[in-house]
């Protein structure tokens, strides 16, 4: 059973940073790519960042240059690095991996 489990959300001022972590157990983590989407309130839910199984990485416009995307296949872990953070960003970041697989979702507030 394939499981994710997001981490590192939190409230932070307009201009600040936070690190969201993915904790991924039930597959060979190495092998597969993995996502970044979040959902605002009454928006749909958006893509934000890839980073492929051979550490390629791609980002949505509205957050290229300001979050960086990361993995440790040692740990099974892939991060989400959030700089120069706008309003805009808070929304319920998820994870996702093959096969469909979604984490709970962890929350990103950005304000003063």
């Known amino acids: 059973q394939v499981q994710l489990v997001e981490s590192g959300g939190g409230l932070v001022q307009p201009g600040g940073s936070l690190r969201l972590s993915c904790a991924v157990s039930g597959l060979i983590f190495s092998l597969y790519d993995m996502r970044w989407y979040r959902q605002a309130p009454g928006e749909p839910r958006e893509y934000v960042a890839t980073?492929?199984?051979?550490?390629?990485?791609y980002y949505a416009d509205s957050v290229e240059g300001r979050f960086t995307i990361s993995r440790d296949n040692a740990k099974s872990t892939v991060y989400l690095q959030m700089d120069s953070l706008k309003s805009e960003d808070t929304a319920v970041y998820y994870c996702?991996?093959?096969?469909?697989?979604w984490g709970q979702g962890t929350q990103v507030t950005v304000s003063s």
């Open positions: 996702h991996t093959v096969g469909d697989n």
């Open positions: 980073v492929t199984s051979d550490l390629l990485t």
